[in-house]
């Protein structure tokens, strides 16, 4: 596609329940990250694919946070028992390659947890 | 553990002025810095991208400067316009990672 697209791009869930948000990143980009911004912060790393795998995932903030990219495109970002603490943007992004190209970001979810 | 600091938090000025943002980061062992643009509930636009041995990028109205060795970089926003009301991020990837590390940004107001 012509850009990284994400959705939805909006999710309003309930405390407890399980939610998936889905990346697509510029064709042909290897690398793929996922980030969070809460409100009045810049973006927080939350993890970092090149290819089908997870090369970084330090930025995850606990074990109910889990993200796939089983084809080396599209990534789903899962986040299991959400608390309202979750609720900010999270954006996608993609490179070329990896860390000397410049990231692409796309419009984000914006998720609620009630 | 890098850390990115904005300075102005927010910056109001009247259309027609050349403008100067601040960034700074604490490890200078850097791959690149990253500005980027966010309109209010959309996406980051990537503006500029400084490699580590580059001291400037250009485009436009918009010229960042990179000083490695102490840790800042600005980008300088010529003939300010309406249209540059966003908040402008900074941010850099370290040697040891692939991540962003982002500052709070900076926002800004062009008034007609």
């Known amino acids: 596609g012509a850009g990284v697209s994400q959705t939805p791009s909006n999710k309003v869930t309930e405390k407890g329940k399980y939610v998936e948000l889905r990346c697509d990143p510029i064709s042909g980009h290897t690398a793929l990250y996922w980030y969070r911004q809460s409100l009045g912060q810049g973006p927080e790393f939350l993890i970092y694919f090149q290819g089908t795998g997870a090369a970084d995932d330090s930025g995850l903030p606990n074990d109910r946070f889990f993200a796939v990219r089983p084809e080396g495109s599209v990534s789903t970002l899962k986040i299991q028992r959400t608390e309202r603490g979750d609720s900010a943007v999270y954006l996608c992004a993609s490179s070329a390659q990896g860390n000397t190209e410049t990231q692409y970001f796309g419009p984000g979810t914006r998720l609620l947890v009630l | 553990k890098q850390e990115v600091t904005q300075i102005p938090a927010a910056l109001s000025v009247p259309e027609g002025e050349n403008l100067v943002l601040n960034c700074s980061f604490t490890d200078s062992a850097i791959y690149n810095l990253q500005w980027f643009r966010q309109d209010p509930g959309k996406g980051l636009t990537s503006l500029l991208l400084i490699q580590s041995s580059q001291r400037e990028q250009t485009s436009g109205r918009l010229n960042a400067s990179l000083d490695k060795s102490s840790g800042r970089s600005t980008l300088y926003i010529a003939a300010s316009q309406p249209g540059d009301s966003a908040t402008y991020l900074c941010?850099?990837?370290?040697?040891?990672?692939?991540?962003?590390?982002f500052g709070k940004g900076t926002s800004l107001l062009v008034t007609p």
């Open positions: 941010a850099v990837i370290s040697n040891s990672g692939y991540a962003l590390n």
